[in-house]
C-alpha cells in the first residue's frame, strides 16, 4: 500500500506539473506564500479539526478564541469579538452582513433594501462589491487621490440617510495604499455610521512601519476589521479574520445549527465546516513564533520591496503612490511590457493591472529571487 501510495502521490504531482510553486521564488503576482515548516507541521498534526462544531471540537472552538483575543490586542481592542473564517472575502462579506443587520434592526427603515448603501473607494477589492451584490446594497465608488488613498471628503458628501456603512482599505490589493482610516472613523462618528476596515493585506504589515498610521480599534469610528493570516502573517490557507469592536455588533448574524450534538449550535459565519488546523496553525504563530518574528518578517519584506523598488526604477519602471508596504504597482517601460508573455512561459507570475504591473513581495521572497527577476527583465535590454 505505501508503495501504491508514494506512486500515486507522484502521479498526482504529475498532473499538477502545470502549478507554479511560491518556493520557486518567482511568484510576485500573488499574497499567499508557503507557510514556514513547523507551521506545516502544526497544521498536519490536527488536520482532522473542525472548527464549524464547537461540541466535539471543544478545544478548537477556545483556540479559536484565543487568536480572535490575541488579533483583538494586536489591534488595539482586548475585547473585540469575532470569528476565524475561510478568508479576507467571507470576512468582508460577514463584516457588512453584520452591518447591514445592525442598521435593519433600527425600526420604520423608509427604503427598501437595495436603496441602502455603502460607500467604498473605488480601488475596492472584488470581494466588497460581491459582498455589496449578495446583501443587495448598492455600491457607491468614492475616487481615490495620487497615491490610491480614498478621498475622505467626498465620502462625507456621500453620506445619506440610506449609507449602512463607508469601507475603508488598509492595504490596497494593487497598489498597497492605506487609506486616511483616521479621518473616515471622525466622518463615522460624526454621521453615526458603521466604518468597516479591510486590512486583510496591510493587517499584519502595516503595525510594522516606520510611521505606521493609525487603522484599526484605537479609532473609534472602527466597528469591523478585517485581517487575513492566511497573507503576511504566513498562516497556510484557509484563514481569514473578521473582528468585531464588540461582539455584539454581529449579533444580528446570528444563525443556529439546532441539530448538533450539544448546546453550542451557534454560528455568525457563512461557512460552517472550517479548517480547526488553519486556525491552530495561527495560534501557533501568534502565541508561540510571536510578534517579534512577525516584526522580522515584515521587516525583510518591506527591504526587499525597497531593493525592488530601486531595480526596477533602474530599468525604467514608474512606480506608483507612496510604495509603503509590499506591493507594488509600476508601469513598465515599453521593451519590457513586451516580454509580459515570454516572462510568463518561463514561470514568473508577476499581476497585470490595466497597464500596471503589480509585484506583491511576500516576506517568504528572497533577495537572490529579485536578482534573478531583475537579471531576467534585463535580458536583450
Ligand atoms: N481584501 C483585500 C484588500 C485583498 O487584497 C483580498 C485578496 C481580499 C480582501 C480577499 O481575500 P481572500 O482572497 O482571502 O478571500 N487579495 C488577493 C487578490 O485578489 C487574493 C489572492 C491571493 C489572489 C493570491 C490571487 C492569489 O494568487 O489579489
Redesign the pocket.
Known sequence: MREKIDEIIEFLKSELAEDCSYYSGKVF????SYPDDDVVRVFAEFIEKNAGDANIFAGTAKIENKVINLLGTFFNNPTAGGNCV?????A?VVGLWAARNFFKEKKNLPFLNEEYEIIVPETR???IAKAADLLNLKLVEVPVNNDFEVEAKIVEEKISEKTIAIVG?A???VYGSIDNIEDLSIIALNNNCWLHV?A??GGFAIPFLKNPPKFDFILEGVKSL?A?P??NLGSPIPN?CILFRDLDYSKHIIHHLPYFSGKKTENRTIIGTKSGAAIIATYYILNFKGIDWLKKRMKSAFENKDYLKQRLEELGFEVLGKAQLNVLAAKPPDNIRKRRNELFKKGWRI?KYGDLWRFVVMPTIRRENINELISVLEENF
Open positions: 503576482g500573488s499574497m499567499s475561510s478568508g479576507g472575502s467571507e468582508n477589492h472584488t470581494s482599505i492595504g490596497n490589493t479591510d486583510a493585506f478585517v487575513d492566511h497573507k481569514g499581476g
